[in-house]
């Protein structure tokens, strides 16, 4: 994956000045844990897909690298590290990472689309590939949830609110990366729809955990400021349901996702594993 | 048009926190000339389009209203004044005019996806015109034209060089527009490369006259803030070559736009005042 990462740099960012691409090379090397190309490919496996699906994989974390470098600027969250890093804007410049965030936008859309050609699928499959990707991304998604985010700093929010902005900001990549790899496999309507579920239950139970981790663990061992939800006054899960209670909540998600997934006979154990893994880890 | 843009307003801003959807609208009613959506409309009529391509036109204008919120930013141009209204970021702030104008890429693409199904084009077509239009707003157009451009500050530059960074820059989107109305009417690879060459020609010539207006003319009768290329370092078209000289460069490209079009028997009445307009506006 990582190697996709660096081949999406050099064939997709040429004729960019050298600072752009720079900072968009930075944003992607990222050591992240590239949760949503790896349930992009494990969908695409549950449904019985064989081909490579790497390159499609990395379209939608194209799309989560640039939300990363936007969400830091100092007019968004302000934050200065990432993963241990410097933030994009710190090393760059705020200009810069706007335009290298927003140039990310399309990159992805024309990684998916030549991923599409290359795996051969249909055309209107690649289409509908390609539209659940940018509508992941878009105002009703990922956009609109962290502008809610933002416009909710310091208001106490109930549970389902928090939700709801959850759904849209983090759990709508996460769902899409999983249906583009269905879709890619010929999933059926049901199927479809047992990813669907599964993505909803990670994307919060992830949510969550990251709030009670925000809390519980230090800058270091998270390689992110951490304490920044109680210090911007964000109301959060474990705000709302103390840490116990949220990370209760967070494993009868995943219990609930994996149901979905076993009723339509999609439950690998890749999937099970990272929808765990959501649960139980320290960083 | 007019009425198309507020359409989309009403159509795909659902769920967003006001602060933003209102961003959006009063980036998309600034009193433009909405060249984009008329190149696109004329291209597509002069192929011999007797459909309803306005929703299709809009997609360019979505595009080209991002990249004004943008271009006007703080971190970008700093512009206080855009089309005789305070700027976007001026009403809004930075942080919803950021959010704001990446919340318009996904639109502009969903705009096009539902206006190619609504106009029955095959599926195909349909993709193609979207990536015609991804690709101008992307690294190898637009974005990359800003950022060159900005890199390009206080540093005088070759009449090449300066060329290269219009075309991607303004050029780039203007070109689409056309090649995306003569695809929605079916149009042969033949008529589609004069529609580039014209549009090329005509985007290049706009671009002239922006340089030539901002030396000629004044803040009131242009709308925005004038001088502010000699103010930031810019080299410009009339720097290089005089006002008169620069004229006769947008002249000279505005006939052999007219020619390409000529050729293919492409040359409509509406096709030939717009570029004819572009060299005698003064605003």
Same mark, same amino acid.
């Given at each position: 994956?990582? /190697? /996709?990462?660096?081949?999406?740099?050099?064939?997709?960012?040429?004729?960019?000045?050298?600072?752009? =691409?720079? =900072?968009? &090379?930075? +944003?992607? &090397?990222?050591?992240?844990?590239?949760?949503?190309?790896?349930?992009?490919?494990?969908?695409?496996?549950?449904? %019985?897909?064989?081909?490579?699906?790497?390159?499609?994989?990395?379209?939608?974390?194209?799309?989560? =690298?640039?939300?990363?470098?936007?969400?830091? $600027?100092?007019?968004?969250?302000?934050?200065?590290?990432?993963?241990? /890093?410097?933030?994009?804007?710190?090393?760059?410049?705020? &200009?810069?990472?706007?335009?290298?965030?927003?140039?990310?936008?399309? #990159?992805?859309? #024309?990684?998916?689309?030549? *991923?599409? !050609?290359?795996?051969?699928?249909?055309?209107?499959? %690649? +289409?509908?590939?390609?539209? @659940? $990707?940018?509508?992941?991304?878009?105002?009703?998604?990922?956009?609109?949830?962290?502008? !809610?985010?933002?416009?909710?700093?310091?208001?106490?929010?109930? $549970?389902?609110?928090?939700?709801?902005?959850?759904?849209?900001?983090? %759990?709508?990549?996460?769902? *899409?990366?999983?249906?583009?790899?269905?879709? =890619?496999? %010929?999933?059926?309507?049901?199927?479809? @729809?047992?990813?669907? !579920?599964? +993505?909803?239950?990670?994307?919060?139970?992830?949510?969550?955990?990251?709030?009670?981790?925000?809390?519980?663990?230090?800058?270091?061992?998270?390689?992110?400021?951490?304490g920044r939800d109680a210090a911007l006054g964000k109301s959060s899960y474990p705000a709302l349901l103390g840490v116990e209670g949220a990370e209760a909540r967070a494993r009868a998600l995943i219990h609930d996702g994996l149901h979905a997934l076993a009723e339509q006979k999609l439950l690998?154990?890749? $999937?099970?594993?990272?929808?765990?893994?959501?649960?139980?880890?320290?960083?």
């Amino acid at each position: 994956m990582e /190697r /996709r990462l660096e081949e999406i740099c050099d064939t997709y960012l040429p004729g960019l000045p050298t600072g752009i =691409a720079d =900072a968009i &090379r930075y +944003g992607l &090397r990222s050591p992240g844990k590239r949760i949503r190309p790896l349930l992009l490919l494990y969908a695409y496996r549950a449904v %019985g897909g064989s081909g490579d699906a790497t390159l499609l994989a990395c379209g939608p974390e194209v799309i989560h =690298a640039y939300s990363l470098v936007h969400d830091d $600027l100092p007019c968004m969250d302000d934050d200065d590290m990432r993963r241990g /890093r410097p933030t994009v804007h710190k090393v760059y410049g705020s &200009r810069t990472a706007i335009i290298a965030g927003v140039a990310m936008i399309p #990159v992805a859309a #024309v990684v998916v689309r030549d *991923a599409a !050609r290359a795996m051969r699928l249909p055309p209107e499959v %690649g +289409g509908t590939i390609l539209q @659940t $990707l940018l509508e992941a991304g878009g105002v009703s998604g990922m956009i609109g949830g962290q502008s !809610r985010d933002l416009a909710a700093e310091g208001l106490s929010l109930s $549970l389902g609110d928090r939700e709801e902005i959850h759904r849209a900001k983090t %759990g709508a990549l996460i769902v *899409a990366s999983l249906i583009m790899g269905a879709l =890619a496999a %010929g999933a059926s309507p049901l199927q479809v @729809t047992a990813v669907e !579920r599964y +993505g909803r239950a990670v994307g919060l139970a992830f949510q969550i955990m990251d709030d009670v981790l925000d809390v519980t663990s230090t800058t270091t061992a998270l390689g992110k400021t951490t304490g920044r939800d109680a210090a911007l006054g964000k109301s959060s899960y474990p705000a709302l349901l103390g840490v116990e209670g949220a990370e209760a909540r967070a494993r009868a998600l995943i219990h609930d996702g994996l149901h979905a997934l076993a009723e339509q006979k999609l439950l690998t154990q890749e $999937l099970s594993q990272v929808a765990n893994f959501m649960v139980t880890r320290t960083s």
